[in-house]
């Protein structure tokens, strides 16, 4: 992007001089700036589930190696930003200051572009199907067979050049005869991008009436189906636009794109139902720019608040949380597989964090979750599993609300609170003898209270309510009960290492910890690290099996491939076929049956895990 601070430069000069000789520079940037949102806009149309999904092509989803090979897809804008600058210095006619409008140049172009541009893009696009030019040039296009608005500017530079060339002929043409003007370079650039995302945005957009009614289109409009048959098989279908010069060509497969768009169009969004549903919140303001149909690149990485352009964003994020919260509904942001068979989907409500601590907004999140189980019941979902505060127990009792007022539930509702205990328990350091727990009256923390003293591990627990505290050792084996020690106040972790935080730690909470202390934490929200001589251990996750495709987002700060034990949890409880809803307290008993059945299924611990505890 620094190859833009020349042309900003020669921009402000412009603009300071009074544009005498036009504002040339500052119509390539906005152009520039203009083809990056036409691109936006398709992509969020494309990944958008809620928007597109009765009219998607390919039904899988891409993965983290299609995104990295894709993150360069605007290179050929840059390129062309220079091709026009170096156009305004040789080409005559685009010299000096231009006419905003002149309908004899939008047509020259028109028919330019038809004639010369279309025919030699299509010999050049055949040649480089060749063997000798494929597999050092255009192989890098072609190995997405499933296209996204990306994948139309994923090339060579080579094919970057030919194309600045065959889009330069119109323009060229035009500017020649006289005939140039301002608004024919932004009507055919971005419709030239507009025509290319659209090709590659997986939906088919295009509907069948209109070539029903008017059949000679079928040969000037190159639809998404048509361009998708070209990178599945490889040996038809190359026009740019214009499907006429393949049926010339003798590489027009009219029956397949027909039928693939018949049956797209015809198919009106049906689906199979997914066997596992995650069921997600935003976090924050910068976190909704994480979803994987807002910024693609940021959404394939753990979410973080350095990059400064983000803040720009917040304007249009408050609009959009306002609209989401008047009218918004649980969607689809998210889609993977696991051997093929297993189909899980996450959802989001639309809410943030700090949403759910407003007492006159817990209703109406209630009312979102509630309707959310039951349309998952309505699909055929086998398991919803509950992540963040939708299991919130001042909220629902941890998804026991919906329970017991939908007795005859065919989804199974989960929280995913036992496989997050054991994924905790996992973490800590073989041969551990001492705990400080906080939040050790919560569902999390009794699990843990409970299962640690039973291996002869002393837990301090952290609480102020020596009611709650009895009860829960009550429910220890009498044998036991002696490793469940009573605290009232941090000071008493100052002899432990080992700390467990089931509750927000401000600084001088974390203060009472020694040295070299290690904090675990099941908290949602985690806390600040402030110590530097101590270790903070912040997610509670495992990684998917090998087998899992079309991952390609992270959930929240983990890396790739991981997802929240929550999360996991939904996922075991379908693998297994439980019978039963989990919500409510944690069996202590399951947390070694959920962990083996975790690993059983390919879920692996984070690289950071000891894994060597129970």
Known sequence: YYLYAPLLIKAAGEIRCGGSEGYWFFHILLISCLRCVTYQAWHFYSRAHFLSRRHQIHSYATDFDQIDREFHWDNYV???AWVATFGHMWVPGLGGSLPLWNYRGVITVLLLHMGPTEFLYYCSHRAFHKPSLFERYHYLHHQSTRPEPSTGGTSSFLEQLVIAALMCIPIAGAAVMGDASISMFYLYLLAFDFLIFMQHSNVEVVPLRLFQNFPFLEYLLSTPSYHSIHHTNMDCNYCLFMPLYDYLGGTMNRLDASNLHLTVRCRQGEERAPDVVFLCHGVDLINTLHLPYMVRTFAANPCTYRAWYFWICLPLVWVGLAFATLWGRPHVISKYQI?????EQTWAIPRLGFQFLLPFGQDKINKLLEEAILEADRMGVKVIALGGLNKSEVLNGGGELFVRKHKNLSVRVVHGNTLTASVLLHELPHGVEQVFLTGSTSKIGRAIALYLCQKRVRVLMLTASEER????????????????????????????KTWVIGKWAGYRDQMWAPAGTVFHQFTVAQIIEFRKD?????????????SAKGVNGCEYTLRRRAVYACHAGGVVHAL???PDHEVGAI???????LWNAALHHGFMPLPHSHYNYL
């Open 534 to 546: 101590c270790t903070y251990r912040d997610s509670i996750a495992l990684l998917l099996p090998p």
């Open 78 to 80: 840059i390129l062309q």
């Open 339 to 343: 051997n093929d068979s297993f189909y």
């Open 469 to 496: 505290f009895k009860a829960i050792r009550n429910e220890a084996p009498a044998e036991y009960r002696e490793y469940l020690v009573h605290s009232l106040t941090y000071e008493a972790g100052t002899c432990c």
């Open 576 to 578: 297994q076929g439980y």
């Open 587 to 593: 069996d202590v008993h399951r947390i070694d049956t």
